[in-house]
């Protein structure tokens, strides 16, 4: 049955398959059950028994043993949603999140596809394109050239030349893809060869298209994000900024809002910029447009991301949009219901990403059965996971575990609070970056705010790495407190008014969240 919020939809839908798997299947599958839709889990054998599948409505598998056959297998996923009667595909982030020919596949069906048109995908996920268009938006660039290397070309020449006219340092990035795959930093001259010829090999593997481009490697720099929403109706908004400057090779691993480098005026110069640029391509939705930030003042236009981002909680935390039924809504043909003057900015919010990985080791993925989980919880914290206790970690998927969520009415609160959080969280089994997540917390620059995207890069790993504990200590010690059942739920809750939100309990929930 087709929810009461969408009585006036000129395109109704009551059932959804979300074509992920992971925290932001489950983060999707449930924003759908408490929009009063139908949610459907598709699952591959690796994924039989996961939370994703658990918390869905209806689950269908996926035949094949490979990501090819299964998670990104548009064809078999397009056949899944209509054997089951779904009217709509989420494809959440990653995955097929931003391949314009299976948006595309999803309409030529007449289903209904969760995300901007196919048309803004294909150009914003073309880096070249989407900077020529940049450029003729008035949309401030980073200096480069919008060179085309192909990485069977007679490259050198033209690459050398343009490299000259671009200066040094420079980066070279692929054209296509995301997540810093295919992006190799240029100090000198003698280097471009060989860094060349490895951004190619690593785009050609990840994206299947192995141009590159180079710009000016803007060193210092801080990474900001803008969130914004557009509707089909030609509405536009931003949701204000993200700082996601805490990163390891091209990796986000600490996202914050607001970020502690941008002042009002930015912030209103930045969000234009940001609906300009989605505007320039039509864009109906959620999306994401990123900009690097120098220490000067100056910003400008990095990339746009059109999809549902991993930080979207900390805009959630602070602004009270959920994210997720605001995409549901725009889908179904409905104005977005609200003007940039609705938007606010209530405290500090601060995302932490929990890997498996082991940073003594070079940050090398971490296997083994989660023998003991327990996510932190209290007033202002919210944990968004694909896991429980007793599911087994692999190397088959990406090894973040949860993301770990904080708000708090300042920024020095939500610091206090993450760290406590952080300290509270146990996961035992496999090793984890929790240990160099609260060093990373602590350290003076990201106290004082003044991290840039070297900071993680910078700093020896074995700086913010804690003494490494005994595993086998403690999965016996895990053993132990569960048979003599330490860690059982606690029968009732507190309704207490949590002092720092003013809300009670827990307002921002994994599973049946809710925003004050």
């Known amino acids: 049955m087709t929810p009461e919020w969408m009585t006036d939809s000129p395109r109704p839908f009551s059932k959804v398959l979300v074509a992920n798997r992971g925290e932001i299947a489950v983060r999707v599958l449930q924003a759908a059950r408490e929009s009063g839709l139908v949610g459907v889990a598709v699952y591959s054998d690796a994924d039989i028994d996961s939370l994703h599948v658990e918390v869905a409505d209806e689950s269908i598998h996926l035949e094949g043993d490979s990501l090819e056959q299964t998670y990104l297998n548009g064809q078999a996923i397009i056949e899944a949603a209509e054997a089951c009667g779904a009217e709509a595909i989420h494809p959440g982030y990653g995955f097929l999140s931003e391949r314009a020919s299976f948006a595309s596949a999803v309409e030529a069906v007449g289903l209904i596809w969760i995300g901007p048109p196919p048309e803004a995908i294909e150009t914003m996920g073309d880096k070249i394109s989407a900077r020529v268009l940049m450029i003729e938006s008035e949309v401030p660039v980073i200096p480069g050239e919008e060179i085309v290397v192909k990485e069977d070309s007679d490259h050198l020449g033209a690459l050398a030349t343009a490299a000259a006219r671009v200066g040094y340092p420079l980066l070279l990035k692929a054209s296509a893809g995301g997540g810093g795959k295919g992006m190799r930093a240029v100090i000198e001259p003698r280097a471009l060869r060989t860094e060349f010829e490895a951004a190619a090999r690593e785009a050609a593997a990840a ?17 900001v994000e803008i969130q914004i929403l557009c509707d089909s109706h030609g509405a536009a908004v931003h949701l204000n900024e993200r700082d996601c400057s805490v990163q390891r090779r091209y990796q986000k691993v600490i996202e914050e ?15 234009k910029a940001a609906i300009t640029a989605a505007m320039s391509v039509g864009y109906i939705g959620a999306g994401t447009v990123e900009f690097l930030l120098s220490s000067n003042g100056e910003f400008h236009f990095l990339e746009m991301n059109t999809r549902i981002q991993v930080e979207h909680p900390v805009t959630e935390m602070t602004t009270g949009v959920d994210l997720v039924h605001k995409q549901f809504e725009v889908a179904a043909g409905l104005p977005l219901g609200m003007s940039q003057s609705d938007v606010t900015q209530n405290g500090h919010a601060i995302e932490a990403r929990i890997y498996a990985e082991d940073p003594s080791s070079g940050f090398l993925p971490s296997t083994g059965q989660l023998v003991m989980w327990r996510p932190a919880s209290g007033p202002g914290i919210r944990v968004d996971s694909g896991v429980r206790e007793g599911d087994e970690v692999t190397i088959d998927f990406d090894p973040m ?15 206090r609070r993450l760290d406590t959080a952080l300290s509270d969280f146990v996961a035992l089994g496999v090793k984890t970056n929790i240990d160099f997540l609260r060093n990373a917390i602590s350290h003076h620059a990201f106290q004082s705010g003044s991290v840039d995207t070297d900071f993680l890069d910078d ?29 059982r739920a606690r029968a009732g809750t507190s309704d207490a008014v949590d002092e720092h939100t003013g809300h009670p309990s827990d307002p921002f929930r994994t599973l049946r969240r809710t925003f004050p």
């Open 207 to 223: 994206f299947g298209d192995g141009t590159v481009y180079i710009e000016r490697l803007l060193t210092r720099a801080r990474h």
């Open 257 to 271: 809002a607001p970020s502690p480098a941008v002042s009002a005026e930015t912030r209103e110069a930045m969000g």
């Open 459 to 487: 700093t020896p790993a074995e700086d913010l790495s804690g003494p490494v504990p005994d595993e086998g200590v403690l999965v016996a010690i895990a053993a132990s407190a569960q048979r003599l059942g330490v860690g």
């Open 401 to 415: 575990l949860a993301k770990l969520i904080v708000h708090a009415p300042s920024r020095q609160a939500a610091i």
